[in-house]
């Protein structure tokens, strides 16, 4: 499986950013992709995930603020991010595992099997 992210960048708080991820290399219909973030000096930690059935799901601390979504003819991801604060910087990091154990336990809380490279975001206040 390869992951491939764009659309990170630098804005002000208040901001937004559209994070993508290209897919490749599965062929499971079945699977859970989500949005990690890893903060420097701090652990890596579930933004968002959805499911092949578009069953989403999201971090607390972006609920309201962020949208996942997901474009299935296009193997493609989105994380579409408003209201960005401060706090939001870091390396966001596109993930899938395909199976139907991912499928249904597809939750920001639980890593998934394959990892991107990871795009930065930084937001200044």
């Known amino acids: 499986v390869q992951l491939v992210e764009s659309g990170g960048g630098s804005v002000e708080a208040g901001g937004s950013l559209r994070l993508s991820c290209v897919a490749s290399?599965?062929?499971?219909?079945?699977?859970?992709m989500g949005w990690f973030r890893q903060a420097p000096g701090k652990e890596r930690e579930g933004v968002a995930t959805?499911?092949?059935?578009?069953?989403?799901n999201y971090a607390d601390s972006v609920k309201g603020r962020f949208t996942i979504s997901l474009d299935i003819p296009e193997n493609s991801l989105y994380l579409q991010m408003n209201s960005l604060k401060p706090e939001d910087t870091a390396m966001y990091y596109c993930a899938l595992e395909a199976g139907w154990r991912a499928f249904v336990g597809c939750f920001p809380g639980r890593p998934l099997e394959s990892w991107g490279q990871g795009t930065l975001v930084t937001v200044s206040s």
């Open positions: 290399g599965y062929s499971d219909p079945v699977y859970c």
């Open positions: 959805i499911n092949s059935d578009g069953r989403t």
